[in-house]
């Protein structure tokens, strides 16, 4: 549901809602092609990666080993040149899109680097397996994500994420096996990079700590409407979830881009702002959510946070017997389910790219 104003708007209008379900509802008849019209341009399809400067890939292939979920991170070399500069845009290109859960590009500064470095050299295979993170002493930045539904893109005009030099990239991949067999993957990403851009962005990743730290994002086998929400004034917790990059606790910054991330018992989600002056601008409000389409939302106009407002995410939840997976031709029983890595565990995360006002 569109609550915002957001670039590439891809939602159809009343009118064009009602002639499909119409179309469905009788049958689903073919036309007459005579009759046909020209191609339908979908508008979120125009939100791509402009130019591919940077092109980084797994060394050699991988093949997942821990079942059903196998999170693996491989340490990419790359260089920005003797000057820094900054990734103006991101895609990731999965190799096997029957397994890919999700793909991270983590940014891991020079001070970081010989911490993941080693955890790489100490697991005997290719990469190194990375349930919860990369690893490492510190938090790290997001360069980008992918998810299914993902489509890369340039970021918001003027804005771009510090790359400094003697960093490395750490690409975090989760594959899950549920639905296909363990097959080779080799996943790409690529970075649009600029050597200056008028305001730093970061990544802000907006949830609730407890829900990861003492599992308190509970969801019981069989009720089939659970709420969780969070809500907290960002400002202060900027160095903590943003990776400590670009913008500092206390600081006012800009929201350009919203995208939340939930599991299969997942129903809808919202993200929204409650103002200090007692406004509520809305982000997102995604009604029905749906695993296979986890699409970025730009804003065709930034909102402004400052320290005294709240930020809020809500994510609701379905663990009725109906929205069980079905393996081997058996439906699943419904489980208690909570805060996890795996895709038969949940999450409800806000991701949020910001910039400097």
Known sequence: ???????????????????????????????????????????????????????????????????????????????????????????????????????????????????????????????????????????FTWLGAWA?????NDFPEGTGMKLDEGSKIVMQMHYNMAYAAPEPDVTTISLKIEKEVEKEATILLWLNPAWVRRHTMDIPAGQSSIVHHFAARPSGWLGLLSGGKALQPGDSFNIHRGFVHLHELGTGANLWLEKENGDTPCLLDIPKWDYNWQFGYSLKKPIRVDPGDTLHVECRFDNSEDMQRIVDGQLLPPRDVNWGDGTQDEMCIGILYISEI
């Open 1 to 139: 549901t569109a609550c915002n104003e957001y670039a590439h708007d891809a939602s159809l209008s009343p009118e064009q809602l009602k002639t499909i379900l119409d179309w469905v509802d009788t049958g689903a008849e073919e036309g007459d092609i005579e009759n046909e019209g020209p191609p339908v341009v979908n508008p979120a399809r125009e939100t791509r990666l402009t130019r591919e400067d940077l092109i980084l890939k797994m060394p050699i292939p991988y093949t997942p080993t821990v079942y059903p979920d196998d999170y693996r991170c491989f340490v990419l070399d790359w260089t920005a040149g003797p000057d820094e500069g900054y990734a103006t845009g991101f895609r990731a290109d999965p190799g096997n899109l029957s397994i890919a859960h999700h793909v991270v590009a983590f940014l891991v500064p020079p001070d970081q680097v010989a911490a993941v470095e080693a955890r790489d050299a100490a697991d005997e295979g290719n990469g190194y397996q990375c349930f919860g993170g990369p690893g490492g002493d510190g938090l």
């Open 148 to 152: 299914p539904g993902s489509l890369g």
